[in-house]
RNA sequence: CGGGGUGUGGCGCAGUUUGGUUUAGCGCGCUUGCUUUGGGAGCAAGAGGUCGGAGGUUCAAAUCCUCUCACCCCGACCA
């Protein structure tokens, strides 16, 4: 233990100083690296594996749900992105604008796209004008530009990626139901494939989008006790269509607005992977988005050993290889235990290991990341084990999330007692509000938490912990 | 944008208080060679910095002064 300190590759304790551990995995485990652009950082090839994991399993789900996926441009006209009021309200202090092009100065500006709304409303009003038509359900993966004052890596950075669905429907039904069933489907994605456990609900008038009519939000607990917003989906009603002047005819011969609705997740899950599987030797992947679910390391001393472990070792990778991503550090320059440390820190699952024991044995070692449980497994039995193992990490390290959300989700019923919550041990606060602007605003001045997200469903009646009148119960928590 | 902190080879740091024997030093990493390889290997020989940037004070600046930039932490704002 003494001795980790000194190496350079070493990362903080989580305990110790949770931002710096998080900066410090981010970095060492190679998923990104700051760059020259304030603000602006590079997803390193690890990093961007990730993302690509991500992407094609959200992407298959945002198919199977009848979606198309199409791209819009980078930029947005100063009058289209101004043209809904709440939209700019909300947005301008953090857009980038481009005023020139080469040596001439542009008449109109151009925000670079802090969200896609006015541009993709701008080409619906062109390509709307009958209820066949409709629905429009289309996503665009894309990078967004935001100037924040202040930047983390992954979870907050002026240009970021993501995915956005913009949707237009014939009623406010449809789209209430498609903002409902998009919400379903990033809860299934990052519960099932991330195994981060979410909380669902609706988004209180002071957090909604700009622009939206209801803003429902999928809100998880980092392992530090703070909340972050893992996604987010909008019923935008008929603002946009209003000021687009987005039509259609509808079956009863009437010109109406659609109703529309958005929604997106962004590179931000990452950082989301991160700060809830992550521990004091690095990063912890879930099998499912592992770039690399089983890494082999070969271990040999002689030149006549390192012979006989290489078949062995090829034999094994051939074997999982067809139903898993694997890979083998044959770099002869670094000792086994320098590689299950640096493995490790990059979070791979299962660790394969094959030296000349195991070879006279028949055998090969397995040992979990989340839990370093060690096993030794027949060959034959190697494939088998290794599916086994995986599921069972799988669910394992969402089981463990779920009930650190759960053991750090306390109820409260005065403003008194939430602080005393929140000095001691953060979390998400169980606690009813009665709806009020200035109740929830007096919470925040008092405890730093916000309401994250008020529960779907039945709404469970109590008092507010503020004024005490009538309300209901909704999630509290200290946010990213 | 407010408060605090940090910038010295690739990384982590010492040196800055009290300018000058420091040719700017140490650990890790890197290169080459040999020996190693079951929890961050050893020896040997090398390469690499002008001290975030600009200006100033001085015979002399990593060290003092001014400005500036970047990053980190804590707030206010946001995915």
Redesign the pocket.
Known sequence: MEK?T?????IVDKSKDF??W??DVVVKAQLAD?SPI??CMVIRPYGYALWEKIQSLLNARIKATGHQNAYFPLFVPEGLLAREAEHIE?FS??VAWVTEAGSEKLEERLAIRPTSEAIICSMYAKWIDSWRDLPILINQWANIV?W??????F????E?L?QEGHTAHCTEKEAEEEALKMLGVYKDFIENDLAIPVLTGEKTER?K??GALRTYSLEALMADGKAL??G?SHNLGQHFAKVFNITFQDMDEKRKYVWQTSW?V???LIGAIIMTHGDD?GLVLPPKIAPVQVIIIP????EEE?EIVASRVEEVERLLKAAYEVEVDWR???????????W??KGVPL?L???????AKKQV?L?RRDT?E?EFVSEEKVARRVGVLLDEIQADLFKRAKKFRNDNTRPASRIDEMEAILSEHRGFILASWCGSPDCEEKV?EKT?ATIRCIPLGKRQAGKCVVCGKRGWAVYFS???
């Not at 000194?6 to 070493?10: D, G, L, M, P």
């Not at 979870?155 to 002026?158: D, G, K």
């Not at 271990?299 to 002689?302: P, T, V």
């Open positions: 980790k000194e190496f350079v590759e070493a931002s710096r998080y900066t700051y304030k603000g909300g202090p953090e935001r924040e004052r202040v930047t983390r890596l979870l907050r950075t002026t970021f993501w957090e989008f700009a917003q893992t987010t997106g962004s590179t931000r030797s271990i040999w001393g002689r390192k002869s320059e670094y000792t086994p235990g320098w590689k299950f440390n640096e490790e820190l660790r290991e094959i030296g000349p024991k195991d070879v070692v040992v370093r060690k925040k730093m200290r946010a990213y």
